[in-house]
């Protein structure tokens, strides 16, 4: 007979598809993570526990469900009463000096997925007790629930939040800011509940709604994948913006921790966004050093040695960057990946937080526009101060019940690669710290690891510095892409 897997456990928590079995998310298996998760924090010296949740099916139903074993296991238990996004989550954590809590969310997963994020007393995604934390779900049974020292989570630390988020700006108001024309869009979930506020707040007042992706939706107006990162879904956002004659198009995604930016001429990347912001805050004389995972581009080594700052890099996910700030503040400028996740602001969220940067890109092109520029116009700096770097990604889906990892290991790592695209394979191995598959170009490093969250294998190319043209550049990395699809897909 075979035995039927538990839902992993991915690079935040467990996720994967709703649906009745220990491998699906469903009531039973989230009492099970919650009771491992108490059973793993019952020696904190807080006895206070943060919950959590996005707009998809069950969330709430799960938060509450939640929220039940954790005082059944003696917590005092804080849940938000409304959805609210996972950076306010992970606020909550420190500021409610709480040890530990959980968001109900699949992120930017399909609908039919939902998932238990778990978090550190500091706000920053399990990672000091994920080993205990696996071992506890071995003793969570039988499953203690209580219904007593429930609370709510009071609105003023909305407004402590507020309060901490809005330091990324020079001043907290700026009537001038309204006549930067911003078109927002949550992607039908928890952004809205905080984002169009603090923009208002802080004087950008000329905010707008994609307006069919404004109400709460766990369908997500019909996006098979809410992901603001793939700029074919964006298209609202743009087409609102061309009506508008919008500055800046500006969405999160569900969970409301990833962000992605537009303006008039480019969809930025992940990757160029964090190099634009890093330039940015390294122009205006900041401190500290630069914190991304070993996928994200290596513009930023070359913007950070201008500087004389240091780039530490990390395997992929945003705990481990959290994880950093937490220890060295006082040595943390920013921290990013190229999946459209930022922080830099100190005392807020310790994971990726979409709304401080809402407020710190709005700012930067709010600058440029009083300049006549755009953050287009800043872009095309880069590359003028530091040369070519561009970056992209290939996904290759995998068939149900094939494993990541034995795909990279006997697909990609045995492949007997001598040439992609027509250009010659200059090495091939492993990574000696990332332990992940690294193959060389000309200019061009493609590192190949599975997806912790997704069955997919991610191939990210990262080309640079570049000698050619953007456009020779962009014609390259399409090269190469067809290449890798078309050996390994």
């Excluded at 039988?142 to 429930?150: A, D, T, Y």
């Excluded at 984002?195 to 369908?219: A, H, M, N, W």
């Excluded at 581009?297 to 950070?304: E, G, M, S």
């Excluded at 400028?333 to 890109?361: N, R, T």
Aim: charged share 25%; net charge neutral.
């Amino acid at each position: 007979m075979r035995r039927i897997p538990l839902v992993p456990f991915g690079t935040a928590g467990f996720r994967g598809p709703m649906k009745e079995g220990l491998d699906g998310l469903n009531l039973e298996t989230v009492l099970k993570f919650a009771q491992a998760a108490a059973l793993t924090l019952k020696d904190s010296s807080s006895k206070k526990f943060v919950i959590s949740y996005d707009c998809r099916h069950h969330s709430k139903e799960f938060a509450h469900a939640v929220a039940q074993v954790f005082s059944g296991n003696g917590f005092e238990v804080h849940i938000t009463d409304t959805l609210m996004p996972t950076p306010y989550l992970s606020f909550l954590c420190h500021h409610l000096e709480a040890a530990g809590g959980v968001m109900i969310t699949a992120s930017h997963n399909p609908s039919h997925d939902n998932g238990f994020k778990i978090y550190e007393n500091y706000g920053g995604q399990f990672l000091a007790h994920e080993k205990q934390l696996l071992a506890s779900l071995k003793q969570s049974d039988p499953i203690r629930i209580s219904f007593e020292n429930i609370h709510f989570v009071d609105k003023k630390n909305v407004d402590a939040y507020f309060q901490i988020v809005s330091k990324v700006l020079p001043s907290p108001f700026d009537p001038s800011r309204k006549e930067l024309k911003i078109v927002y869009s949550p992607f039908s979930g928890c952004g809205s509940t905080v984002i169009p506020e603090f923009l208002r707040r802080t004087g950008f007042s000329s905010c707008y709604l994609v307006d069919k992706q404004l109400p709460v939706d766990p369908d997500f107006a019909g996006f098979k994948k809410p992901n603001p990162e793939d700029p074919q879904n964006l298209f609202l956002l743009k087409e609102m913006m061309v009506d508008l004659d919008a500055d800046l198009g500006i969405a999160t995604d569900p969970d409301a921790d990833r962000i992605a930016f537009v303006d008039r001429h480019s969809v930025f990347t992940g990757n160029r966004i964090g190099a634009i912001v890093l330039e940015s805050l390294l122009q205006e004389g900041k401190q500290g050093d630069v914190h991304t995972s070993y996928v994200s581009t290596n513009l930023v080594d070359a913007i950070a040695q201008k500087y004389g700052r240091k780039v530490h890099r990390y395997k992929t996910g945003f705990r481990y960057i959290s994880e950093a700030l937490y220890k060295k503040p006082e040595e943390f400028l920013m921290g990013f990946e190229e999946s459209i996740g930022y922080l830099m602001v100190k005392g807020g969220s310790l994971d990726k937080d979409s709304p401080h940067m809402a407020l710190y890109v709005s700012h930067l092109a709010h600058l440029l526009k009083k300049k006549g520029k755009s953050l287009t116009d800043f872009s095309i700096e880069l590359d003028q101060l530091y040369g070519i770097f561009r970056e992209d990604q290939v996904s290759i889906e995998l068939k149900e019940g094939q494993l990541g990892a034995e795909f990279v290991d006997s697909k990609v790592l045995q492949h007997p690669l001598t040439e992609l695209g027509g250009k010659k394979v200059l090495k091939k191995g492993v990574h000696p710290d990332m332990r992940i598959v690294v193959i060389e170009l000309e200019a061009l490093q493609i590192l190949v690891r599975p997806s912790g969250t997704e069955p997919k294998v991610k191939f990210y190319l990262k080309l640079g510095p570049f000698k050619g043209t953007p456009d020779e550049a962009t014609s390259y990395l399409a090269l190469i892409s067809a290449s890798i699809k078309k050996a390994f897909g």
